[in-house]
């Protein structure tokens, strides 16, 4: 069982910063993969950005250039840095991370940290 604690959402007016965190607890190099999804009032949850351990990381176009992905091994720890935000971006984002485990890929979800883009 892996356990995801976001944290770093907020209020935010458009064109300004916000750095998401994600706490996990398990070791980063057990992981298949890590990354963002989020999910604005009325809509379905999307992927925002998306890293596999080990090869490449993709990002949604709706935040590519403006959102970057970063990893620190040593502190179990995943970041997710937004720049320039817009209205559009406010949604409650969720940190993702999956293992595979004797053929089977589990996943697991934060509980979501809410960024709210307002003038």
């Known amino acids: 069982q892996v356990r995801l604690v976001e944290s770093g959402g907020g209020l935010v007016q458009p064109g300004g910063s916000l750095r998401l965190s994600c706490k996990i607890s398990?070791?980063?190099?057990?992981?298949?993969?890590m990354g963002w999804f989020r999910q604005a009032p009325g809509k379905e949850r999307e992927p925002v950005a998306q890293s596999i351990l080990g090869g490449s990381t993709t990002y949604a176009e709706a935040v590519k250039g403006r959102s970057t992905i970063s990893t620190d091994y040593a502190k179990n720890t995943m970041s997710l840095q937004m720049n320039s935000l817009k209205p559009e971006d406010t949604a409650v984002y969720y940190c993702?991370?999956?293992?595979?485990?004797?053929?089977?890929?589990?996943?697991?979800w934060g509980l979501g940290t809410q960024v709210t883009v307002i003038s």
């Open positions: 398990a070791s980063m190099h057990s992981l298949h993969s």
């Open positions: 993702h991370v999956s293992q595979r485990l004797e053929g089977k890929e589990f996943d697991y």
